[in-house]
T-cell receptor
Framework: NAGVTQTPKFRVLKTGQSMTLLCAQD?????MYWYRQDPGMGLRLIHY???????AKGEVPDGYNVSRLKKQNFLLGLESAAPSQTSVYFC???????????????FGPGTRLTVT | AQSVTQLGSHVSVSEGALVLLRCNYS??????LFWYVQYPNQGLQLLLK??????LVKGINGFEAEFKKSETSFHLTKPSAHMSDAAEYFC???????????FGAGTRLAVHP
């Protein structure tokens, strides 16, 4: 099992450009999440999905859009990148909280994005 | 609303010394608590979790944490630090359903010879 994978690993954008980050998981998890990590602020939730075709806003959703057309994939889009979106982005997945579930999230390796 | 506070953004210990990383939480419901570790340029890896079973939780790499409801704490300890323990450590609590997490700001652990 590859677990959670993210592409690309690194990206540099100019202000105003757009891009899509791809997250894939092979654990058949229902829940998926996108976070951004900034120094001294821990990880903050951008958007999440509780199943195929669903998305919901997290703590810091402005400037981002997401889609989950397939259960195993969760895409994060930046329509018009800004320097404030320079960050490390992590995707995670988690199983449904049924009996025996252990609730933890499994994380991908991250994407380092720089917006100039 | 749930929140997590990690005391000390940087902790430095000698190899072989006790590691103590502090985490306090606020929660209006019985909490599910987690410690994750992040090695340089990597994702987060689960160290251990508290899900309302035993209050002393053992994790990987010799780490353990004790849930103390009266102190709203979930401090992480390791009796003897190793150079390979140098990393950033995050405490987190589940909030609002769907296994969503609130993270603390993180504590960077340095281990020196």
């Amino acid at each position: 099992n590859a677990g959670v994978t993210q592409t690309p690993k690194f990206r540099v954008l100019k202000t105003g450009q757009s891009m899509t980050l791809l997250c894939a998981q092979d654990m058949n998890h229902e829940y998926m999440y996108w976070y951004r990590q900034d120094p001294g602020m821990g990880l903050r939730l951008i958007h999440y999905s509780v199943g195929e075709g669903t998305t919901a806003k997290g703590e810091v959703p402005d400037g981002y859009n997401v889609s989950r057309l397939k259960k195993q994939n969760f895409l994060l889009g930046l329509e018009s990148a800004a320097p404030s979106q320079t960050s490390v982005y992590f995707c995670a997945s988690s199983s449904f909280g049924s009996p025996g579930s252990t609730y933890e999230q499994y994380f991908g390796p991250g994407t380092r994005l720089t917006v100039t | 609303a749930q929140s997590v506070t990690q005391l000390g953004s940087h902790v430095s210990v000698s190899e072989g010394a006790l590691v103590l990383l502090r985490c306090n939480y606020s929660s209006s419901v019985p909490p599910y608590l987690f410690w994750y570790v992040q090695y340089p340029n990597q994702g987060l890896q689960l160290l251990l979790k508290y899900t309302s079973a035993a209050t002393l939780v053992k994790g990987i790499n010799g780490f353990e944490a004790e849930f103390k409801k009266s102190e709203t704490s979930f401090h992480l300890t390791k009796p003897s630090a190793h150079m390979s323990d140098a990393a950033e450590y995050f405490c987190a609590v589940i909030t609002g359903g769907y296994n969503k997490l609130i993270f603390g700001a993180g504590t960077r652990l340095a281990v020196h010879p």
